[in-house]
C-alpha cells in the first residue's frame, strides 16, 4: 500500500478490500475454483516459480478468491499480511510450526479452546516445544512464566467459556520486554470489537467458522500480522504442507466480512439483554459476561472494547439443572459451535472441554452447573422465553 491512498474506514473495507475484478466485470466476488494456473509459455512458468513474475500457480499456494478474503481480513484487523487456513486449529498450528522449534516454549493463557491445549500438550510436547499455563488477567504470572527459550505468548480475550478480559497492550509490554511474541485468538471479538494488532500484539488468529462467516456454513482459519512473521513464517509453512483455505469457503467468508460489524453489534445488545436477564433469575448462581457491571473487567472491557461480543456464560446448581436446562430449550441449537445468526447452547464440562483433565477444568473455573450461550439474532423475547422454559 503506497503511502498517499486514502485509508478507508472500516465498513467500507468489509465490503471492498480484496477486491480485483476478472476482465469479465462480475460485481461481486468470483469463486476461483480451480487447483491449477496456466502460463503463456516455458519461461513464463520458470519465472512463476522462481518467484521472479508474480502469478498464481497452484490453489495450495495462492488463489484470487482466497487472496480476496485474505487482504480484507488483513484490512479489518490493521495488519499487513493475512494467510488464510483450512481452519481455526490449522492458524494455530502454521503459526507454531512457522515460529517454533524443538526446545522451544509457549506461555499460554489456561482458558483457552479445548484443541488448542491438546494441539499444544499432545502434538507440539511430542517435538519438545512446552507450553507453561498461566491465569489469563494475572500480569506477574505471565511475567514469571517467561524462561529464556520462550517465544511466544498465546491468550484468548474474552476466555472461552468464562469470558474474563485480558488487557492486550500489557501483555504486548510483557511479550516484547522479554523479547517474545504476542498471539491473540480474536475470535470471539472478531476486529468488529477489539483490533489486538493497534495494541501491540504481533500475530491475530482467527477461527473464521465462528463469527467471520456467522451463518455457520464452512470451516475456515486465518493469521494476521507484520509481512516477516506471516508472509515468510507462516505462509512458508502452508504453502509446502498444506492446510489452506478452499476457494469456495474463501467467497463464503469474503460475504460474511460484509456484514461483520452490523452482526457484532446485534449479537453485542441481544447477548447484554440475554445476561441481564439472566442475573435476576433466582435459580442462576452467576453470569459471567463483560457488559455487565458485574463483571470484574468490566472497566476494561469498555476501554478497550467496541462492543461485548454474543458468548454468555452462566452457572446453575449442578450437572442435572444444566443439562435440564439445555434440554428444555426448543429454539437454541445443542452444538458446540458459536458465532452463528442461530443461538446455541452448551455444557462446556461434558462437550468443549471434556478431554481436558478434571484439574485443568477445575483450574480454569468450568465446573459442572455452567452453561455457555452463543446469543444469536433471534429475537430476544423469543430467546428468554425458552430459556426460561428449563430454569
Ligand atoms: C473454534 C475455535 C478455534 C478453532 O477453530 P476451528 O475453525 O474449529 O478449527 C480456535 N479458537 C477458538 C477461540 C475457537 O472458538
New binding site residues.
Partial sequence: MSDDKEKNGFDTDAVRAGIRRSAEGEHAEAIFATSSFVCENAAEAAARFSGEKPGNIYSRFTNPTVRAFEERLAALEAGERCVATS??????LATCMGLLKSGDHIVSSRS??G??VLLFNNYLGKFGIQTSYVPLTDYVAWDKAIQPNTKLLFL?TPS?PLMEIADVRRLADIAHKHNTLLVV?N??CTPALLQPLKLGADLV?H????YLDGQGRA???AVVGNAELVGNHVYGFLRTCGPSMSPFNAWIFLKGLETLRLRMHAHSANALAIAQWLEQQPAIKRVYYPGLASHPQHDLAKRQHAGFGGVVSFEVSDKDAAWKLIDATRLFSITA???DTKSTITHPATTTHTRITPEQRAAAGIVDGLVRLSVGLEDVDDLKRDLARGL
Fill in positions: 481452519s481455526g486449529m490449522s492458524a494455530i483457552i479452546f484443541s488448542t484468548e472461552n485468538d475470535v470471539f488468529v477461527s473464521a467458522t465462528k470451516v475456515g482459519g459451535n458459536l458465532g
